[in-house]
């Protein structure tokens, strides 16, 4: 280090002092990556990214800004502290699977340094956009791929008088001191802390309860469904629901794809409800049940009856959440509360294994000001929603129409504080857009580099409001390029998805609100005029009357699923063409397989997207809501 630079150094670590707030923060977030690598920050400067590395130990500490997570294109910083303890901080980008090179261009400022107590602890801070196309990554909103990498020993290293780097080699780091972790780093995972963080929990109203299976087996199965009914501490008064952590148990986290708690609810007066002695009368009895396949006929029909409002939802990398101080999820007084909880567990490797898994949710008697719900907007799960294969970009989108917020949301409104943006394995990018009389809004959440294992939600600062009239889409983009068939809607990690889990307050009577394309919708622009076949008969076609919605809906894939065929299928496989005649395949299922995507694709993408749909407003307790007109 130059002379100037000693003192520059040693000039900010005496304002250091002085000036806490500028040059020592306070920082707003952190993130282990691993059991001895840490790193902190500020999300809060609009223009400055000030970053801590923390390493147990001496030698070097290393992150980068990964597009992929891998070296290739990655923007990294690498800083240590040197036998006469003064601190370096180097900009390097990666060019593959071998040593960084050194960027000419040094957008990477150190602020403090040091080696003291067994740590090495490097801070800096650079701009989120630098402006150097050729070897920095601009940091947004989307999901950033952060790599590490730490080594006992210092690098090699020698720099001219003139400030010209002579010589530069760090040792390698070895397969066991490096890795990866998604992370949003410009915006905030959750609003708060976790309650039973070290030093965090002093409410004495604040409580906690673990929900988790109990060593239940998989065996040899790929996509598993596995449901089982807890009982949530009796309450003597309303408390407010207001968190949540995975509880995942070691050695099993790649396997478990999500975890979603549904309420469950009797209502005592609904005439549809055959039980009318409560809640605890009719679930009590479940409480000892070991659990089992969810949606299977082995399944008391009891659990899906009543247990469909949708509190908590978990899904793959994600840290979990924590609402905002304004409002919570409203656990009832006056009787017991049941949970139907369910683990998807993705299976691929047919392997067997036992699993405790679960939640830890925190609740409290401190009542916020609101209750909050979730409504689920997106693509109705159906084989209708199909994303071909062989694709470098395919879009789908599905609406929440504005004839459904009409009749579900007050005129006050209600306000949107989290996002939780959800597809499977092909998913790129997901927006979930917001249309007010006919104007298109800015986006309430933003995905443009989706990534299948950090699922976590995205906070909504400041909250959105949301008006009668109101219309959502949720609009996302796959990738498909290198698979050789495509995926259809469906509960599989392999079949495909698109939707957003809105967490919002105050609560209405809304849960779900979908759309699908309408059936000769989806099949003109495949080049089919009509088509027959018995399954048909099992399919609501056309669109159900009015006065028939509130029981009837079309094409619902869970009945499909389980007709009277031999084995689960996809319905498009057993639609046979009648007109015109069939070229490529027989069948809707085998045209989609045969199709040459590359050259059609783009114009059957426009046809869907342009295609009239199906509306689907739910309220609570799947109370279908009727609609006057399909969505144009």
């Known amino acids: 280090m130059l002379p100037f630079q000693k003192f520059k150094f040693f000039f900010s670590a005496i304002i250091c002092l002085i000036l806490v707030e500028n040059y020592c923060p306070v920082f707003g977030h952190k993130l282990d990556l691993s059991d001895d690598v840490s790193v902190t920050w500020n999300s809060t400067d609009p223009v400055w990214l000030t970053m801590e ?8 500490v290393a992150v980068g800004f990964s597009p992929q997570g891998a070296m290739t294109g990655a923007d990294m910083v690498l800083g240590w502290v040197d036998k006469d303890g003064v601190p370096h901080l180097m900009d390097l980008y990666g060019i593959g699977n071998t040593r960084p090179r050194h960027d000419e261009r040094q957008d990477y400022e150190l602020l403090y340094g040091s080696e003291t107590d067994g740590k090495t602890t490097i801070r800096f801070r650079r701009k989120w956009d630098t402006c150097d196309t050729a070897h920095d990554m601009a940091i947004t909103n989307d999901t950033i791929r952060l790599i590490w990498a730490m080594s006992e020993e ?30 949003y780093l ?11 963080a070290p030093g965090e929990n002093e409410d004495n109203s604040v409580k906690f309860f673990d929900m988790k299976m109990d060593n239940n087996l998989i065996d040899r199965e790929d996509d598993i469904y596995f449901c089982k009914i807890a009982k949530f501490p009796t309450l003597e008064t309303k408390h ?42 009719v679930f009590r009895k479940f409480v000892d049940h070991p659990g089992g396949r969810c949606y299977t006929p082995n399944m008391p029909p009891e659990w899906g009856q009543y247990c469909t409002s949708i509190p908590i939802l978990w899904t793959a990398g994600s840290e979990g959440n924590i609402f905002p101080p304004i409002a919570g999820n409203p656990l009832e007084e006056g009787g017991s509360v049941y949970f139907m909880f369910e683990i998807h567990y993705d299976n691929p490797s047919l392997s067997t294994f036992n699993d405790s898994s679960g939640f830890r949710l925190f609740y409290t008697s401190n009542l916020r000001q609101h209750d909050s719900d979730v409504i689920l907007v997106g693509e109705k799960i159906s084989p209708f929603h199909v ?37 499977h394995l092909s998913g790129r990018k997901i927006v979930l857009k917001h249309i007010r009389n006919g104007v298109e809004l800015a986006p309430i959440a933003l995905e443009n580099n989706y990534d299948f294992n950090y699922q976590q939600v995205r906070v909504v600062d400041p909250p959105r409001l949301l008006l009668p009239g109101d219309e959502l889409i949720t609009e996302c983009e796959y990738n498909t390029v290198g698979k050789n068939s495509p995926a259809f809607g469906g509960l599989g990690t392999r079949d495909e998805m698109c939707m957003a889990f809105v967490y919002y307050y105050p609560r209405i009577p809304l849960s779900e609100c979908k759309t699908q394309l309408e059936f000769y919708s989806f099949l003109n622009p495949l080049g089919i005029i009509n088509v027959t076949g018995d399954i048909l008969n099992e399919m609501e076609m056309p669109y159900a009357p009015r006065e028939n919605q509130s029981t009837q809906y079309p094409d619902n894939p869970f009945y499909l699923k389980n007709s009277t065929y031999d084995k689960p299928l996809n319905a498009l496989d057993v639609i046979l063409i009648s007109q015109p005649e069939p070229t490529l395949a027989n069948t809707v299922g085998g045209v989609i397989r045969n199709l040459n995507w590359t050259k059609d694709g783009s114009a059957i993408e426009k046809g869907w997207i342009s295609g009239k749909r199906y509306a689907f407003c739910t309220g609570q307790r799947k109370h279908h809501i009727p609609l006057k007109v399909l969505k144009n």
């Open 186 to 196: 410009r915006n905030s995972a959750h609003h708060v802390p976790f309650p039973d």
């Open 240 to 281: 407010h629901l207001f968190g949540y952590r995975p509880i995942l148990q070691p050695g099993n986290e790649r396997s478990i794809h999500h975890i979603i708690m549904y309420q469950c609810v009797v209502g005592p007066t609904d005439e549809n409800m055959p039980h009318s002695d409560g809640t605890d009368a």
């Open 387 to 423: 994303v071909p294969h062989g694709m470098e970009s395919f879009t789908t989108a599905a609406h929440c129409t504005a004839e459904c917020t009409q009749q579900t949301i007050p005129s006050t409104g209600i306000n949107v504080t989290t996002v939780l943006l959800h597809t």
């Open 53 to 60: 590395m923390t390493v147990v130990g001496g030698g070097y």
């Open 154 to 183: 210092d690098p090699v290293y020698d720099l001219h008088p003139n400030g010209t780097l002579l010589k530069f080699y760090p040792k390698y780091h070895g397969a066991e001191r490096r890795g990866v972790k998604r992370v």
